[in-house]
C-alpha cells in the first residue's frame, strides 16, 4: 500500500513562503496522480492544487491560482507544494493524497489514499 507523509508545514506571517513535500513509498509512484487538499477548522476540506503522472499537466483552485506552485520529483518519489504570499485565510491542515490509477481533479472521493497531514498557520 501506498503510504504518504508530509512535512514543511509550521507558522509564517502574512506575506511569507512555505513549501510542503509529501513523500510517498511504492514503485509506482510515477503513475501516481498527486494532490494537495487542505482542511481549515470547521469547514471542509477543500482542493488546493493537483498534478499529473508526468509532472507536465497541474491545476489549482482558483484561491491559490498564482500564489501556489505545484510540482513533483518522481525520481525522489516527492510532491512539492510551494506556497508564496500566504495570507490568514490560507491557515489549515495541508494533506497529500494519491490516485494510483494516475487521474488527478478536485474531488477529494478521486483519492484513495492520504497523508497525515501538516498544519500550515498564517498570523496577520
Known amino acids: 500500500q501506498v503510504q504518504l507523509v508530509e512535512s514543511g508545514g509550521g507558522l509564517v506571517q502574512a506575506g511569507g513562503s512555505l513549501r510542503l513535500s509529501c513523500v510517498a513509498s511504492?514503485?509506482?509512484?510515477?503513475?501516481?496522480?498527486m494532490a494537495w487538499f487542505r482542511q481549515a477548522q470547521g469547514k471542509e476540506r477543500e482542493f488546493v492544487a493537483a498534478?499529473?503522472?508526468?509532472?507536465?499537466?497541474?491545476y489549482y483552485a482558483n484561491s491559490v491560482k498564482g500564489r501556489f506552485t505545484i510540482s513533483r520529483d518522481n525520481a525522489r518519489n516527492t510532491v512539492y507544494l510551494q506556497m508564496n504570499n500566504l495570507t490568514p485565510e490560507d491557515t489549515a491542515v495541508y494533506y497529500c493524497?494519491?490516485?494510483?490509477?494516475?487521474?488527478?481533479?478536485?474531488?477529494?472521493?478521486?483519492?484513495?489514499?492520504w497523508g497525515q497531514g501538516t498544519q500550515v498557520t498564517v498570523s496577520s
Open positions: 511504492g514503485r509506482a509512484y510515477s503513475n501516481y496522480g
Open positions: 498534478v499529473s503522472r508526468s509532472g507536465g499537466n497541474v
Open positions: 493524497a494519491v490516485n494510483s490509477g494516475g487521474s488527478v481533479g478536485p474531488d477529494s472521493a478521486g483519492y484513495e489514499r
